[in-house]
């Protein structure tokens, strides 16, 4: 039961990391009367580089949890 409450708390965590980055992504469009296209692509690549880090580093704490907890109840 912990372990996918972990694992639920994790997926709960990469999706406001997603709706965090669509958001971005929507600001950076409002706001880029000024900026070329080249710097609004450059600066979605980076928010988009920034929530996989993320969402990589909350997946793989979530499946050490969930193994240290497995690891626990045998």
């Known amino acids: 039961a912990r372990g996918r409450a972990a694992g639920a708390a994790a997926e709960g965590a990469v999706t406001r990391g997603r709706n965090q980055r669509r ?3 929507h ?4 706001a880029s009367g000024g900026v070329s ?3 609004v692509r450059a ?4 928010i988009d580089e920034l929530v996989a ?3 990589k580093k909350i997946t793989k ?3 050490e949890k969930k193994q240290a907890i ?5």
């Open 23 to 25: 958001d971005a992504h």
């Open 27 to 30: 600001r950076l469009k409002k």
């Open 37 to 39: 296209e080249d710097d």
């Open 43 to 46: 600066k979605k690549s980076a």
């Open 53 to 55: 880090e993320a969402s």
């Open 61 to 63: 704490l979530a499946d």
């Open 70 to 74: 497995e690891t626990r109840q045998d």
